[in-house]
């Protein structure tokens, strides 16, 4: 009765946030935009399965993953050596970002838009290589107690230096490619991973602030490794053309149908490895009872469950729907609806964000309430709002680019993490990473191609890509802003959360 309470509450909070996705859709279908029939019905079953999804989903991580990366960080704690911790980070963050669906997704698109120019398989590995090599460093962050704010400055100069180097294109690529790997399966077990190790140092206040920023340095990872893998290679210019406004197919059931094995093996993949991990750590390390087990195996089974629910729904329902909006939306004559319509889509959709529930609840709980899980949500909803509408305006100017927006955002991102609360620093590049999951890599970037495919001038590529970096980085500066009034609120009242 318990699980099924819960259940019942994430459905609820589910479809309070999808809904107004939905909404949005068929106000446009009725005002700007008109959509074919069939591709809104199957807009509508996608929604459904998104819902019914995500709720399932987010019941499984609290039962089964979440449990599992605590565990195995108070493992790792307990042996406090060097060598363990490092050789750890490797093994887990290649073996959780190999796996992970968004960074399928995103790789899949990619190797799409360039005709097979940049290979899926080749962004998987690489992607993932960077994300063990920046989650070992994390971990040894964490342990050490090397401050947060010092280490993202030599990891963002260390990107700004091999920026110089990189191609437009693949600039956004690798920004692009940080925010799809801390994706729905990579950022609950990362996060439950840095509360494991936290939690087992005497110090509770050097505790609650390191079970915050592991994310932050792992999605430091594929912009490195993705740009050294540019250089390296000297890729030459990318372009592409694609047919947003022609959908791939008139029938309503036969996406979904097409869905199921491409997704339930991609899920499979992305659980088999955690699984094995748990039951090898069980055997050696962990000793937990049968009844703590056959409730991780019960998680996981509902993980798999909503995952492939969930990602069924984006592709089959979203994806063309995405697509077809922006296309349609930016060959009006007036491109302020393509800004306006483009924040609007950012603001709601970051909310059917499922790493976001992860994230949001995770810090509420860590700080014993201090900082409201809905105050989070709505800094991230307007900072993902500003992402999106900014990226609708690159696509429309084509004197702006992807640089001009992120150098300066990061250089106040990371100016801000050295006056503001620690606390919300870890926060706050935490949501980066975040913000930006599946509905993003689906809908979102669909949305951002099709506009890109309709403006005159405009690279696909350059960018259509490019948008989850922004998506990325916004919730940065918003949540340290919101740091900063939780610090005036504190000092007024005497206490100063640090």
């Known amino acids: 009765m318990v699980h099924l309470s819960v259940l019942v509450y994430k459905l609820k909070e ?4 999808v809904l107004p996705i939905t909404l949005i859709v068929l106000i446009l279908n009725f005002t700007l935009i008109p959509i074919d029939t069939f591709l809104l019905v199957r807009f509508v079953i996608g929604g459904v399965l998104i819902i019914l999804g995500l709720s399932i989903f987010l019941f499984g991580v609290d039962l089964g993953i979440t449990p599992i990366g605590n565990v195995m960080g108070s493992t790792i704690a307990k042996k406090n050596r060097l060598l363990i911790v490092v050789v750890a980070g490797l093994m887990l963050g290649f073996i959780i970002s190999i796996a992970e669906p968004d960074l399928h997704i995103l790789a899949g698109q990619v190797d799409f838009v360039t005709a097979g120019m940049v290979a899926k398989e080749n ?14 460093l994390g971990l040894v962050r964490i342990v050490h107690n090397i401050p947060l704010y010092r280490i993202l400055t030599v990891l963002y100069a260390i990107i700004l230096i091999l920026a110089m180097f990189t191609s437009p294109e693949f600039l956004a690529i690798s920004f692009d490619a940080s ?96 699984l094995i ?18 409730r991780i195996f019960i998680g996981i089974v509902f993980t798999f469950i909503g995952l492939v629910m969930f990602l069924i729904g984006v592709n089959a329902g979203f994806m063309d729907v995405g697509g077809l909006i922006g296309y349609s939306i930016a060959s009006l004559d007036n491109k302020a609806y393509l800004v306006i319509i483009g924040f609007v889509l950012g603001f709601v959709t970051i ?148």
């Open 14 to 17: 589910v479809l309070s946030s």
């Open 123 to 136: 962004i998987v590995i690489v992607v993932s290589v960077g994300i063990a090599a920046m989650l070992s």
């Open 179 to 274: 925010g799809a790997t801390t994706g729905a399966m990579t950022v609950p077990f990362i996060l439950a991973l840095a509360i494991g190790i936290s939690i087992m140092k005497k110090d509770s206040k050097a505790s609650e602030k390191d079970s915050f920023g592991l994310v932050a340095i792992a999605s430091t990872g594929p912009i490195i490794s993705v740009m050294i893998m540019s250089i390296i290679a000297k890729t030459e210019t990318i372009t592409a053309k694609l047919e947003y406004n022609k959908p791939t197919s008139t029938s309503i059931i036969e996406p979904f149908i097409q869905q199921i094995t491409t997704i339930a093996f991609e899920v499979f993949i992305a659980l088999l490895p955690i």
């Open 277 to 294: 991990i748990f039951l090898i750590f069980q055997r050696i390390s962990f000793k937990l009872t049968k009844k703590a087990i056959r």
């Open 351 to 498: 909310l059917a964000e499922p790493a976001v529930y992860v994230l949001t609840h995770q810090i509420e709980d860590v700080t014993s309430g201090y900082v409201k899980r809905k105050v989070v949500l709505l800094a991230l909803a307007i900072g993902v709002g500003f992402a999106v509408g900014l990226s609708m305006i690159r696509i429309i100017v084509p004197g702006i680019h992807l640089w001009h927006y992120l150098l300066p955002g990061y250089l106040i991102a990371l100016t801000m993490s050295y006056i503001v609360p620690k606390l919300f620093v870890g926060i706050a590049f935490d949501s980066g990473g975040v913000a930006s999951g599946p509905m993003t890599a689906t809908f979102i970037l669909a949305f951002a191609h099709g506009a890109a495919d309709a403006v005159e001038g405009a690279s696909i590529v350059a960018d259509g890509f490019g948008m989850i970096a922004m998506v990325a980085l916004t919730p940065l500066i918003a949540l340290q802003i919101l740091g900063f009034i939780y610090k005036i609120k504190s000092q007024k009242g005497g206490i100063e959360k640090t």
